[in-house]
């Protein structure tokens, strides 16, 4: 059989952790999630990681393998995934990817730009004067400092727009003058799926899983971590808001919801971007409709 990585993409809550165990467990392989935040061992509950149970039924790897204090990005996930998928070739012909961070699962199987090393002090630079003045001040730095990547780039996702303003800074030359578009050609096969369903049905997923979180201690979790609130691993959904709310700029309650609303467009910003790729196979969250096609592709 030929080596073949399965990926599995698609919004958050939709399901994506319980079928790639299921599929780990029908074909005998390990995990590697493609989660910019899972990867976090002192983050938890706020970022969904699977349960102790779970990650003792199957071999996850990019899950609690890094500490907050340290800067990962696409081209560190691009390495780890490879050097990952190379082991579990040795024991196995198939590996599965789970994730819903589509710019780690580009690198992964398209590779990704060469951009220079930034100095951790212009990134702290950037970071803190965001969490200072926000956004309104980001978005106005980006357009007088990098015209071409305002008119071009993602000026809606402040990681992003935050990466772009460092790259320019450093090296005086827009993030897009790196950005080749070239793809790497993988040296095992590749099949994409995808997991959707109704808007309706996903916001209910997604504001139970809220309010599950809440009940399982988000909140005491973020409060343990906010003194480290201005690190970019904590730039996220969930935390967040909850620092806002200890500083007394939200109700608790007032939180949540927010909780809720920033998931929802989150969710709406990974689908645009997962739907933008047209070998991507889509199905509901029904995993026998997965086996099935699964087993016509590889057989």
Known sequence: MIKTCILISGPTAIGK?????????????????????????????????????????????????????????????????????????????????????????????????????????????????????????????????????????????????MRALEVKLHTNQSILAYQSGAKKQREFNIIKIGLESNREALYTRINSRVDNMISQGLIEEAFELKQFELLNALQTVGYAELFDYFKGNFSKEQAIDLIKQHTRQYAKRQMTWFKKDTSIQWFSNDSAEVFNFLSKKLD
């Not at 589509?102 to 590779?111: Q, R, S, V």
């Not at 930034?118 to 969490?131: F, G, H, K, L």
């Open 17 to 161: 952790t319980a079928l790639a165990i299921e599929l780990a467990q029908k074909f005998s392989t390990q995990i590697i999630s493609a989660d910019s935040r899972q990867c976090y061992k002192e983050l938890n509950i706020g970022v969904a990681k699977p349960t102790q149970h779970e990650l003792e039924l199957v071999t996850h790897h990019f899950i609690n393998s890094h500490s907050i204090h340290e800067k990962i990005n696409a081209a560190d996930f691009e390495k780890y995934a490879l050097d990952s998928i190379a082991k579990i070739f040795e024991v196995s012909n198939i590996a599965i990817m789970v994730g819903g961070t589509g710019l780690y699962m580009k690198a992964f199987t398209e590779g990704i730009d060469n951009i220079p090393a930034i100095p951790a002090d212009v990134r702290t630079e950037i970071s803190n004067r965001y969490s200072l003045h926000g956004f309104k001040w980001l978005e106005e730095k980006l357009i007088y400092t990098d015209k071409e990547y305002a008119n071009r780039g993602d000026m809606k996702n402040p990681q992003r727009m």
